[in-house]
């Protein structure tokens, strides 16, 4: 009796392939999703710059003047005379009041103070008055010998006071300091008063002396 027996044969089951058919395909599509992530990437984003220029910055200016006189930048520290500060053939107790124009020709505030010196042999018998915000008037005449200056209301800074006979010993004739702002009024008056003092002696007959007044301009707010 023969066995009938039937040959094996080894084939690659067919699941198998369809596992790795699969398998490929998501690897593929995992690839594809990768490719798209990185492509948003690549979008542009808007901007946008702005700039802004100053005007100019300028510094200001201290100018003070006197009757109108030495304004702008060369006259700084400048002198200036007045012909009509004076007053000749005087006797004792006669006097004579002047006003000073105390101004303010710079761009911003400034305070002021102010020194005077006398010299000349009648400087002696001089006594000096100062009052800031006030104006000068006289009256009387050299033939009846009563000439008397006087200033109007204001703030006396200096009474009958006799002055340094040089710079150096210069009297201090207005203090505290005065204000003068840039905004109107851009001036102040000063009145001074020269007297001749009663008790001046025979050895003045004939003799003269001249004065010097220096205002001092500070920046308002300086110490």
């Excluded at 808007?46 to 006197?66: E, K, N, P, Q, Y």
């Excluded at 010998?145 to 703030?155: D, E, I, L, P, V």
């Excluded at 000063?190 to 220096?214: E, K, P, R, Y």
Aim: glycine share 12%.
């Amino acid at each position: 009796m023969s066995r009938h027996t039937t040959p094996s044969h080894r084939t690659a089951p067919r699941a198998r392939h369809r596992v790795l058919g699969s398998g490929r395909v998501r690897a593929l599509l995992s690839l594809g999703i990768i490719a798209g992530f990185g492509a948003v990437g690549t979008l542009a984003y808007w901007t946008d710059d702005a700039t802004i220029t100053s005007s100019s910055f300028t510094s200001g200016r201290l100018d003070v003047t006197l009757n109108d006189q030495l304004a702008g930048a060369a006259n700084n520290g400048g002198t200036t005379a007045d012909a009509d500060f004076m007053l000749a053939a005087m006797i004792p107790g006669e006097s004579f009041a002047r006003t000073v124009k105390v101004g303010n020709a710079g761009t911003v505030g400034l305070t002021y103070t102010a020194k005077a010196w006398n010299s000349g042999t009648l400087a002696s018998g001089l006594r000096w008055t100062v009052v800031a915000g006030s104006t000068a008037s006289n009256a009387g005449t050299p033939a009846a010998g009563n000439r008397t200056g006087t200033c109007s209301a204001g703030t006396t800074t200096a009474t009958n006071v006799t002055l340094g006979t040089t710079a150096g010993t210069a009297t201090t004739v207005v203090t505290p300091k005065r204000t003068i702002t840039a905004t109107a009024p851009i001036f102040e008056n000063v009145c001074v008063i020269a007297t001749l003092h009663s008790g001046a002696g025979n050895a003045l007959q004939g003799t003269s002396a001249s004065a010097t007044f220096t205002f001092n301009g500070t920046q308002l707010g300086a110490p």
